[in-house]
């Protein structure tokens, strides 16, 4: 019924910039809160960035400074901007999101397929 699909995943350079986005789909009644998490190769996934209804935000220490999340609630997607990228950076990202279908009164967790991104050094 309701889906996140990732997208803007790709190669760059060390320094270089991708954006990340994520539309959830689907019989959505509402969302609340949105993050993206990433897993490197032989790693545990990891938390990234997280961004609460209220616009609140949250980020690992490794990309703070350096990643910003954002969200349009109007388009349902989040994004994720990624500056000065770095070679550990490298991983699958992943989209999350906690929302409600317009079918189903409760609230569920939904993930992304994942994108991934490639940093050369």
């Known amino acids: 019924q309701v889906q996140l699909v990732e997208s803007g995943g790709g190669l760059v350079q060390a320094g270089g910039s991708l954006r990340l986005s994520c539309a959830a789909s689907?019989?959505?009644?509402?969302?609340?809160?949105m993050a993206w998490y990433r897993q490197a190769p032989g790693k545990q996934r990891e938390l990234v960035a997280h961004i609460a209804i209220g616009d609140s935000t949250y980020y690992a220490d490794s990309v703070k400074g350096r990643f910003t999340i954002s969200r349009d609630n109007a388009k349902n997607t989040t994004y994720l901007f990624m500056n000065s990228l770095k070679p550990e950076d490298t991983a699958v990202y992943y989209c999350?999101?906690?929302?409600?279908?317009?079918?189903?009164?409760?609230?569920?967790?939904?993930w992304g397929k994942g994108t991934q991104v490639t940093v050369s050094s």
């Open positions: 689907g019989s959505i009644f509402s969302i609340n809160d």
């Open positions: 999350y999101a906690r929302m409600r279908s317009t079918t189903w009164s409760a609230w569920d967790s939904y």
